[in-house]
């Protein structure tokens, strides 16, 4: 390696030495306030699915880790379904949105067993300054 060459590295080395570290990362997004965006997502994905029917009121039954609530819902969501209803290829359908029974019963059993909130950032959930703090 030249000296030229070492030289240059000394100085850009000296030069980030004197750099400050970043700054933390913000507090996230409250517990209240995920909730409150999740109640917005699910009054969407209802009225994408239902636009002209009241969105119904479920109270929850248990949180459910990320790895179980595909098997909880997907169980619930078949338990769920009137005797013959059958889930495959449309077989189900109610209205000429193209929803079916199963879609309705899925929607439901994602509002009996919501996922279990952890931490907010983990899940996608940030708040206001720290999608700032990502962008700056």
Do not use: K
């Not at 750099?19 to 009054?43: D, F, H």
């Not at 009121?57 to 078949?78: F, G, Q, S």
């Amino acid at each position: 390696m030249s000296r030229a060459r070492i030289a240059a590295v000394v100085a850009s080395a000296a030069l980030l030495a004197g750099c400050a570290p970043a700054p933390a990362m913000p507090a996230g997004l409250t517990t209240a306030e995920v909730r409150e965006i999740r109640a917005a997502e699910n009054e969407q994905w209802w009225f994408a699915m239902f636009p002209a029917e009241p969105m119904p009121e479920i109270e929850p039954i248990a949180e459910v880790a990320l790895a179980d609530a595909d098997a909880v819902r997907t169980e619930c969501a078949l338990a769920a379904l009137p005797p013959g209803a059958v889930p495959d290829q449309g077989a189900t359908f109610v209205d000429g949105t193209g929803a079916t029974l199963l879609d309705r019963a899925y929607f439901q059993c994602a509002l009996l067993y919501p996922l279990e909130l952890g931490d907010p950032t983990e899940a996608g959930y940030l708040s206001p300054a720290q999608l700032s703090w990502l962008y700056d």
